[in-house]
């Protein structure tokens, strides 16, 4: 009983580190540039389809994972640059609207390059190894996502928390005239967050492709969970996403087990609960 | 020529009743042998090239307003020796080109559903063409994205598009929500894919819906045969994943009904239902599986969320723990092609199927269709492709017989109509408008080449395992 417990308790973990690693980059863009980025489960989705490229040519996962990164976080970047920016003096309606073409563009570039199948690849041999555990086995990829969130987590902790950079950052998220006053950049500051941001969904989509195959549109059912999580934390709140991710991967997997029927339900009804008692999220500020 | 197949399917449908099942498969084979020999020249699908003839047609023409006699002449090839004869054509369209839209999924994680549906689509409307035409008339298609609004999709392929008929649609729900509709747009429709058995079922035989048509097979192919393959697998404990809609809810339902009726020392020790689509992570589905000691799976999840789960279940290790996975769906092209020779196998097999299976039935109409469909498009036909290629056959046959596009006559010449198609001899059901013919199961195996292929096959007769009305 204990053990069964303890393997959905595993894989509920698995899946949380797999949510963090998509709600991480969506909830700092937000936190920061107020912007709601509809497009970040499609970059999330584009850094798989351009790692497993990048694999077959190359047939090197890590570079893989290297290419996809940085290439994700350039074109997050230059979609800050190009469109968004424009739009951050008007409603954030327009800053939704144009994310969501973003969206879609991705999602018929990538049909048309990739094709409309799904495309998948395999976890590479280093990572394939089985990790025997009570009787199951697991790939050590499945330890490697896991440990993978929890590195992404304290990393960007500490860029902002203890470095001056993530002061500034603090500073334009509290109050952008004020930051502006002290001749903080906020533009140079919103533009590297959008960067750091869109990185973060390269390198999480690139490493989840070898386990989580990609067709054009998955990020629009990505995306959903993922704001989920985000609102049930308090947009913008870093330490509440990475929690908030746990309790739902958990939640949802324990409920697989017990609850089956209320599986798909549960996430909502989580969400709607928070909302109600607490509008502005578990960790948010009022 | 029509009359004459007819007859032979008539005759099978009388002997089933009292007949042992060996001499119900016999008469089936004989009606068989005489429908191949009625197709050569009075179906549509074209005869192998084997001799040419000539056939000088005089055809009354209404066009303009005033009546004109034509006479032309139609070289084609059948098989047989070369005769030339005088016929004396009455039969024409209305009109110069016959429209059909066709509806499939052209966007999000399905789309490439909508591509095979189009493949098929295309290569029929191109080989029609060649050959002359439905009596003259070209075949057109206006092609539309069910994902984006079915029912407005399908309003305007009719009002705007002035369609003549409507064939596809992917998606169970979809077909649901588009059948309804067709008593009052008052076109044909005839589905390709979407499997729920309540739009036959119900849109036809309750609610007497006549424009429907199905020339895939239903959920029956999912849920009821599949529990055939189960009931001679050494597996008692089954756990199903599933996706979580109408499709994925009714397989798993027949598949548990039938399978406990054909044996009774199975069990049912698992039972998850997956978001779908949308459903990238199957560990924890997985692990609750194993969880209650599953010893098979079955699972009806299809396209990208079939690849995913056969991956997701090699890399945990569910292939070496597990005896037997069922996936109804597997065969389906953009699965096989997706995963290849990584396709895993279970120590029991891993059994797939799919609305059509491109070697069965090995008959010189589909070993041609599937050259002409690798030749046009570089691949093995998918099921969808050779359903909605044998959709728009269908259609060029009932017109031929009525000549006109008046929908009551369309609709009785396609009821009970015998189609010689690539995937087999299909009857359509007069009751709930449903293609019955033979689509088996196999397993998985890997013997080089392209792609894997099934072996083992477990075919069963339609009538066998079809449900039939009254409903």
Same mark, same amino acid.
């Given at each position: 009983?204990?053990?069964?417990?303890?393997?959905?308790?595993?894989?509920?973990?698995?899946?949380?580190?797999?949510?963090?690693?998509?709600?991480?980059?969506?909830?700092?863009?937000?936190?920061? %540039?107020?912007?709601?980025?509809?497009?970040?489960?499609?970059?999330?989705?584009?850094?798989?389809?351009?790692?497993?490229?990048?694999?077959?040519?190359?047939?090197?996962?890590?570079?893989?994972?290297?290419?996809?990164?940085?290439?994700?976080?350039?074109?997050?970047?230059?979609?800050?640059?190009?469109?968004?920016?424009?739009?951050?003096?008007?409603?954030?309606?327009?800053?939704?609207?144009?994310?969501?073409?973003?969206?879609?563009?991705?999602?018929?570039?990538?049909?048309?390059?990739?094709?409309?199948?799904?495309?998948?690849?395999?976890?590479?041999?280093?990572?394939?190894?089985?990790?025997?555990?009570?009787?199951?086995?697991?790939?050590?990829?499945?330890?490697?996502?896991?440990?993978?969130?929890?590195?992404?987590?304290?990393?960007?902790?500490?860029?902002?928390?203890?470095?001056?950079?993530?002061?500034?950052?603090?500073?334009?998220?509290?109050?952008?005239?004020?930051?502006?006053?002290?001749?903080?950049? @906020?533009?140079?500051?919103? %533009? %590297?967050?959008?960067?750091?941001?869109?990185?973060?969904?390269?390198?999480? /989509?690139?490493?989840?492709?070898?386990? @989580?195959?990609?067709?054009? /549109?998955?990020?629009?059912?990505?995306?959903?969970?993922?704001?989920?999580?985000?609102?049930?934390?308090?947009?913008?709140?870093?330490?509440?996403?990475?929690?908030?991710?746990?309790?739902?991967?958990?939640?949802?997997?324990?409920?697989?087990?017990?609850?089956?029927?209320?599986?798909?339900?549960?996430?909502?009804?989580?969400?709607?609960?928070?909302?109600?008692?607490?509008?502005?999220?578990?960790?948010?500020?009022? | 020529?029509?009359? !004459? $197949?007819?007859?032979?399917?008539?005759?099978?449908?009388?002997?089933?009743?009292?007949?042992?099942?060996?001499?119900?498969?016999?008469?089936?084979?004989?009606?068989?042998?005489?429908?191949?020999?009625?197709?050569?020249?009075?179906?549509?699908?074209?005869?192998?090239?084997?001799?040419?003839?000539?056939?000088?047609?005089?055809?009354?023409?209404?066009?303009?307003?005033? &009546?004109?006699?034509?006479?032309?002449?139609?070289?084609?090839?059948?098989?047989?020796?070369?005769?030339t004869k005088q016929v004396t054509a009455v039969k024409t369209l209305p009109k110069d080109t016959i429209k059909i839209g066709i509806l499939g999924i052209r966007s999000g994680p399905w789309a490439t559903y909508g591509t095979l549906i189009e493949q098929g689509a295309t290569l029929a409307m191109e080989e029609? $063409?060649?050959?002359?035409?439905?009596?003259?008339?070209?075949?057109?298609?206006?092609?539309?994205?069910?994902?984006?609004?079915?029912?407005?999709?399908?309003?305007?392929?009719?009002?705007?598009?002035?369609?003549?008929?409507?064939?596809?649609?992917?998606?169970?729900?979809?077909?649901?929500?588009?059948?309804?509709?067709?008593?009052?747009?008052?076109? !044909?429709?005839?589905?390709?894919?979407?499997?729920?058995?309540?739009?036959?079922?119900?849109?036809?035989?309750? =609610?007497?819906?006549? =424009?429907?048509?199905?020339?895939?097979?239903?959920?029956? =192919?999912?849920?009821?045969?599949?529990?055939?393959?189960?009931?001679?697998?050494?597996?008692?404990?089954?756990?199903?994943? $599933? +996706?979580?809609? &109408?499709?994925?809810?009714?397989?798993? =339902?027949?598949?548990?009904?039938?399978?406990?009726?054909?044996?009774?020392?199975?069990?049912?020790?698992? &039972?998850?239902?997956?978001?779908?689509?949308?459903?990238?992570?199957?560990?924890?589905?997985?692990?609750?599986?194993?969880?209650?000691?599953?010893?098979?799976?079955?699972?009806? $999840?299809?396209?990208?969320?079939?690849?995913?789960?056969?991956?997701?279940?090699?890399?945990?290790?569910?292939?070496?723990?597990?005896?037997?996975?069922?996936?109804?769906?597997?065969?389906?092209?953009?699965?096989?092609?997706?995963?290849?020779?990584?396709? +895993?196998?279970?120590?029991?097999?891993?059994?797939?199927?799919?609305?059509?299976?491109?070697?069965?039935?090995?008959?010189?109409?589909?070993?041609?269709?599937?050259?002409?469909?690798?030749?046009?498009?570089?691949?093995?036909?998918?099921?969808?492709?050779?359903?909605?290629?044998?959709?728009?056959?269908?259609?060029?046959?009932?017109?031929?017989?009525?000549?006109?596009?008046?929908?009551?006559?369309?609709?009785?010449?396609?009821?009970?109509?015998?189609?010689?198609?690539?995937?087999?001899?299909?009857?359509?059901?007069?009751?709930?408008?449903?293609?019955?013919?033979?689509?088996?199961?196999?397993?998985?195996?890997?013997?080089?080449?392209?792609?894997?292929?099934?072996?083992?096959?477990?075919?069963?007769?339609?009538?066998?395992?079809?449900?039939?009305?009254?409903?």
């Amino acid at each position: 009983m204990l053990e069964l417990l303890g393997h959905q308790l595993l894989t509920g973990l698995f899946r949380s580190s797999y949510y963090w690693l998509i709600a991480s980059g969506l909830t700092l863009i937000f936190g920061v %540039t107020r912007v709601v980025n509809f497009a970040h489960a499609a970059f999330f989705v584009l850094g798989g389809y351009i790692a497993l490229t990048v694999d077959i040519l190359t047939g090197n996962f890590w570079l893989s994972v290297a290419t996809s990164t940085i290439a994700v976080g350039l074109l997050g970047m230059a979609v800050e640059r190009g469109l968004v920016k424009p739009l951050y003096r008007v409603e954030s309606l327009y800053q939704l609207l144009i994310t969501f073409a973003v969206t879609l563009i991705i999602n018929d570039a990538s049909k048309l390059i990739w094709g409309a199948a799904s495309r998948s690849m395999k976890i590479p041999a280093e990572l394939a190894l089985p990790v025997k555990i009570a009787g199951r086995s697991y790939p050590l990829f499945f330890f490697f996502i896991i440990a993978t969130a929890v590195a992404v987590f304290i990393l960007l902790y500490i860029v902002l928390e203890k470095t001056f950079w993530g002061l500034k950052v603090k500073s334009t998220w509290r109050d952008v005239s004020m930051a502006q006053a002290l001749r903080i950049n @906020t533009g140079r500051i919103y %533009t %590297t967050t959008f960067f750091i941001g869109s990185l973060l969904a390269g390198f999480g /989509g690139a490493c989840m492709v070898a386990f @989580t195959p990609v067709a054009p /549109g998955l990020g629009d059912s990505l995306i959903i969970t993922a704001f989920i999580i985000v609102v049930i934390a308090g947009l913008g709140n870093l330490i509440g996403a990475y929690v908030s991710s746990i309790l739902i991967g958990v939640a949802e997997s324990l409920f697989l087990l017990y609850l089956p029927e209320l599986d798909i339900l549960l996430i909502f009804v989580i969400m709607a609960v928070v909302l109600l008692v607490r509008p502005w999220g578990l960790f948010g500020e009022k | 020529m029509k009359r !004459i $197949n007819y007859k032979y399917m008539l005759i099978s449908l009388d002997d089933m009743a009292t007949a042992s099942r060996r001499s119900f498969l016999g008469t089936i084979a004989s009606g068989v042998v005489g429908l191949a020999v009625g197709a050569g020249l009075g179906w549509g699908l074209r005869s192998p090239e084997t001799k040419e003839v000539t056939i000088t047609r005089e055809r009354t023409v209404t066009a303009g307003g005033g &009546e004109r006699t034509v006479v032309s002449t139609v070289t084609s090839t059948v098989p047989g020796p070369t005769v030339t004869k005088q016929v004396t054509a009455v039969k024409t369209l209305p009109k110069d080109t016959i429209k059909i839209g066709i509806l499939g999924i052209r966007s999000g994680p399905w789309a490439t559903y909508g591509t095979l549906i189009e493949q098929g689509a295309t290569l029929a409307m191109e080989e029609i $063409n060649a050959a002359g035409g439905i009596l003259g008339s070209k075949v057109s298609l206006v092609i539309r994205d069910e994902a984006a609004d079915v029912v407005k999709q399908a309003r305007e392929l009719v009002e705007a598009e002035k369609v003549d008929f409507l064939v596809g649609v992917d998606s169970s729900g979809n077909a649901m929500k588009v059948g309804p509709l067709m008593s009052e747009l008052n076109r !044909i429709l005839i589905v390709t894919h979407a499997a729920t058995h309540r739009f036959t079922e119900e849109l036809v035989y309750k =609610q007497k819906t006549k =424009q429907l048509f199905r020339v895939s097979v239903p959920v029956y =192919q999912d849920g009821i045969l599949s529990a055939y393959v189960a009931k001679d697998l050494p597996v008692k404990k089954w756990a199903g994943i $599933n +996706p979580d809609y &109408e499709y994925g809810r009714v397989s798993w =339902q027949f598949f548990r009904e039938t399978l406990s009726k054909l044996r009774s020392d199975v069990e049912f020790v698992s &039972e998850q239902f997956n978001k779908s689509p949308g459903t990238t992570d199957f560990s924890p589905f997985l692990s609750a599986a194993l969880g209650a000691d599953a010893e098979g799976i079955f699972s009806v $999840n299809w396209a990208l969320e079939a690849v995913t789960m056969h991956r997701q279940m090699k890399s945990l290790g569910v292939y070496d723990q597990v005896g037997a996975v069922i996936n109804p769906m597997g065969y389906s092209m953009d699965v096989v092609y997706e995963l290849g020779h990584e396709y +895993p196998t279970a120590m029991h097999g891993t059994w797939v199927s799919g609305r059509y299976v491109w070697f069965y039935p090995k008959t010189p109409i589909n070993e041609r269709f599937v050259e002409n469909f690798r030749k046009r498009w570089g691949r093995y036909p998918a099921y969808s492709s050779e359903t909605t290629y044998t959709a728009l056959y269908m259609l060029k046959a009932a017109l031929e017989t009525t000549g006109s596009l008046d929908l009551d006559a369309l609709v009785q010449a396609m009821e009970d109509m015998v189609i010689l198609s690539p995937a087999g001899a299909r009857w359509i059901r007069p009751e709930d408008h449903q293609a019955i013919y033979d689509v088996p199961y196999g397993k998985i195996t890997h013997s080089g080449g392209e792609i894997p292929l099934l072996t083992d096959l477990v075919t069963r007769s339609g009538w066998e395992y079809y449900r039939s009305p009254p409903f």
